[in-house]
């Protein structure tokens, strides 16, 4: 029987197989869109230009998430965060076909809806374009494989900006509250800039503030308030309006100006663009007639252009007759630091308290080689028991207490914080980027 085949069709078979099978390793070598997001955003904007490498910088380094080739899918993918906010939100670093529950999302995207996850990324260089966002969240929600082409890759080449985040305040309606701003002052390309401004609030009798509202431009590490306790030397007090810089155009350090920094106290901070803290109903803060705080602002800048620092402040007051106890800033620091080089250390540090204390809130202060902070009740009919636990030294949760935490005479509160000591010399307590420090915060009530 002859066959019905003839030569030619022999040979357009073969033709067609070969095509399937070159098609098949064409696909089989092209990337990923997990490698484009690698490639084209990870490599770019976070790891090799940014503050998620194995290099970096230590003040960037413990968070503990590198974004190297090597392990960026491994740290990302199904991997809880180290921030307290995700985490009491059921957030993961990336979660499987859910965008929004997954923290990378947010923090690089203006238009989440969310704000209470620190700092938008890449911090100190420019936003993602909307393309880049948009790619991001169709491989999360296609399931954020590591292999396969699940999003449009055409989006990568999408170069239009993201909306910026940020918009001044209004300010507190008349009688109702103050605003006071920083800014706006120019951040050099490639630099840090940390300064402080000794600044009047412009209240003309005392007020009671139960409420705090701040908003700053993008590229923002932290924003900070503080107060002078008792033992400053009116020498060593700032004047009013006098910036402050600690970095000298240099980088290095203008240690003189930073000697006031040894007696402050906190009031409210923030890293995140937009933050709100309120006391329970009837606390307040009781600030007198023409009171004045020290303002510290952090702004990042890791572009080859001048980028510009903002901050806005509202203070929201209420009557006096509203207010039925007065919240007072608590301070209780661990001076005595001995960090060895290249390991880890837990010190622990405890604070009794001579006099009932009725605890509001409480949140935590170290530099960059804070590994975890907690706070346990000492004494009582708690003892022991962990109030307060913080494993990311950048974005240390403001805690409120309903109820209110009640120590009797006698009880108090312990730190114990573990320190990741990754360079080569011993640290100690101090006042640069480059010592340590290790302090509880937050707001009581005493008798």
Not at 104 to 128: A, D
Not at 282 to 294: K, M, N, R, S, V
């Amino acid at each position: 029987m002859r066959n019905k085949y003839s030569a030619r069709h022999v040979l357009a078979a073969i033709a067609t197989l070969a095509t399937i099978v070159l098609s098949c390793q064409n696909e089989d070598l092209s990337e990923s869109s997990f490698d484009l997001i690698q490639s084209r955003i990870l490599d770019t904007s976070c790891a090799i230009s940014g503050c998620h490498s194995s290099t970096s910088d230590p003040a960037f380094l413990q968070h503990n998430l590198v974004l190297e080739k090597s392990v960026a899918y491994s740290n990302l993918v199904g991997v809880e965060p180290t921030l307290h906010n995700a985490k009491h939100d059921n957030l993961l670093r990336v979660k499987h076909h859910e965008s929004d529950f997954s923290l990378l999302f947010h923090k690089i995207s203006t238009t989440s809806g969310v704000s209470n996850y620190g700092s938008p990324m890449p911090l100190g260089l420019p936003l993602l374009s909307v393309g880049q966002v948009e790619f991001i969240r169709q491989w999360i929600d296609a399931g954020a494989p590591q292999k396969g082409q699940v999003a449009d890759p055409a989006l990568l080449d999408d170069e239009i900006a993201q909306p910026d985040p940020f918009t001044p305040p209004l300010p507190p309606a008349p009688g109702e509250g103050i605003q006071v701003s920083v800014g706006p002052f120019s951040v050099a390309p490639d630099f840090e800039r940390e300064l402080f401004v000794y600044k009047k609030l412009g209240n003309t009798e005392k007020i009671f503030v139960n409420r705090f509202e701040i908003k700053m431009r993008y590229n923002s590490h932290h924003f900070i308030l503080y107060d002078f306790n008792d033992q400053i030397p009116s020498a060593i007090k700032p004047p009013f309006d006098f910036v402050r810089d600690i970095r000298n155009p240099d980088g290095s350090m203008a240690t003189g100006l930073m000697i006031p920094m040894a007696y402050h106290v906190f009031v409210i901070g923030s890293q995140t663009p937009h933050f709100t803290y309120q006391f329970p109903d009837g606390i307040a803060l009781e600030l007198p007639a023409d009171y004045a705080l020290d303002f510290n602002s952090h702004y990042v800048n890791k572009q080859g252009i001048p980028i510009e620092g903002e901050v806005y402040i509202n203070l929201y007051t209420v009557p006096q007759s509203e207010v039925t106890d007065i919240a007072i800033a608590l301070n209780l620091p661990n001076n005595s630091l001995n960090l060895p080089a290249n390991q880890r250390t837990t010190l622990t540090k405890t604070f009794i308290f001579n006099e009932k204390r009725t605890i509001y809130s409480l949140t935590s202060h170290t530099h960059q080689l804070g590994e975890k902070f907690v706070i346990k009740i000492k004494g009582g009919a708690r003892d022991g028991e962990t109030v307060y636990t913080n494993e990311n030294w950048h974005h240390p949760p403001q805690l409120n207490y309903n109820p209110p935490i009640v120590l009797n005479p006698g009880e108090g509160l312990t730190s114990e914080i573990t320190y990741n000591n990754t360079t080569n010399k011993t640290v100690n307590f101090g006042l640069t980027s480059e010592d340590e420090m290790g302090i509880i915060f937050g707001y009581y009530k005493a008798n």
